[in-house]
């Protein structure tokens, strides 16, 4: 089931993704249809029938880069448009967010109930009809795909997005100020939580004899605080999920333009890993690319009720992290000059000069013996 992890990671991700966008525009005060705008394109295109199909086809998970890449793609496939760093900023909270819900999950099926809290909550952010069609058929291919699964292929499903994220533990003020993340990028794992409907809570050891049946039970502190849930999940299409991971986070925020932007910021990451694109990589870019392109159908986002003109938004105020700064500065140094230096004619000539020199003595010399070469050297 691991060629089926595509889809989870995809609507997760996509899901955060409106989250913040969301949540960011209202705090920047930006124009009301803007914003809805924005949202409903961005949705539009990551909800498309022939986008879904593609995704949904067994496969491997795309790198970490190109996952980048389609991400970066469908945030400007509307009006908007983010710098560099809000980009990044964006992408890392995705990525950090997500992570945090799958290491959160007390069972298997909990990674199907995180989806559907994702796809629930951004049919509020969305508001056209056409949306929210798209959202009724992305639950039912979920739901076909999914249902079926067996407990043990969705705790491997788990496991491969749990992989895939291993090496990257980025510290996240939000995490930090909620005492959910360490300083160095682990998450803190709490035992005050709601286990599922029908299980146990921990604290009892039961004492069978040769018959089976109970002669002595005993009970033990299990260094927690467990509760049971009051009633069953639901994987229906307007069911109770009965967890909170996968729900907006950010709802709760008062959303604020002079808000600590510290709040929303990656501090840094901890990742040793570069990425760096290989021709597999650039061709899988390039298919991406020609995806969106072709699903997005540009002309159709610039419809009725639509705003054709292209703003320029910084999702997070300037950067002020020093380690990014550094290598901003450092990436500076590194570049070549664009234009040719004004001392490069003259090395050329005198390279030129060097080179025939250097060939006229090689051609005098085949036309010489050694006895020749000898006595040039020692007349005598």
Known sequence: MFDHSLPLLFLNLGGEMMYIIDQRLKAQEVDVEKAKTVLNDIGKIMLNQRCLDELFKPQEVYNRQALKTLFHDLAHASIMRLNEISMDKLFDLMIMVFKYQLVQCSKPQDLLLITLNHLDSIRYLLTTPFCHKQLDVTYFMLIKTYSQVTSGDLQNIRFHLLSFFQDIRIRVSLFLRQGLQNNDGGFIISTNYTLPYEYEVPGSIRLYNSEGCICDLLNFSPGGKYTQAPEPSSLELRGKRCTTLGTNVYSAIKPHKKEDENFWSTCDSVSSEQWHFTDTDCGLREELNLLIKQLGNRQDT?????????????????????????????????????KEPLHSATLKNVMTEMSEIESGIEENLKNKDLIELMNELDPT
Do not use: H
């Open 302 to 338: 610039k419809g009725e009720g639509s705003l054709s003109s292209v703003t320029t938004f910084n999702l997070f105020e300037e950067d002020t992290d020093p380690t990014r700064c550094q290598a901003k500065r450092s990436d500076q140094m590194l570049s070549l000059p664009t």
